[in-house]
Nanobody, 120 residues
Framework: VELVESGGGLVQAGGSLRLSCAAS????????MGWYRQTPGNERELVAT???????HYAESVKGRFTISRDNAKKTVYLQMDSLKPDDTAAYYC???????????????WGQGTQVTVSS
């Protein structure tokens, strides 16, 4: 099982990007999905999460600018990022808190990360 992230890149301040994270076919059922970000020398911080039933939670710094969504049939979570600021520059990581696979449950599963750079 793996998580494949895409959508990162370089954008000017005020612009938009959409990140995607898809779980491979080995994932049978998926719990909460979320996005975290990390800058060099700092700890990874929560950006947004969405439960299996659709409950969302956002970091204060991104409320009103970022939107998390998921497509359970595609086993994919998205992060729409609008009104981007230079402070949003970071490596963004997808996370699944729990998923069932054919070989048993997996917990706290991470993607490989995708870089987002916002220029001023």
């Amino acid at each position: 099982v793996e998580l494949v992230e895409s959508g990162g890149g370089l954008v000017q301040a005020g612009g938009s990007l959409r990140l995607s994270c898809a779980a491979s076919a080995g994932a049978i059922t998926i719990g909460a999905m979320g996005w975290y970000r990390q800058t060099p020398g700092n700890e990874r911080e929560l950006v947004a999460t969405m439960s299996a039933t659709g409950t969302t939670h956002y970091a204060e710094s991104v409320k009103g600018r970022f939107t998390i969504s998921r497509d359970n049939a595609k086993k994919t979570v998205y992060l729409q990022m609008d009104s981007l600021k230079p402070d949003d520059t970071a490596a963004y990581y997808c996370n699944i808190d729990r998923m069932e696979t054919s070989t048993g449950p997996l917990y706290d599963f991470w993607g490989q990360g995708t870089q987002v750079t916002v220029s001023s």
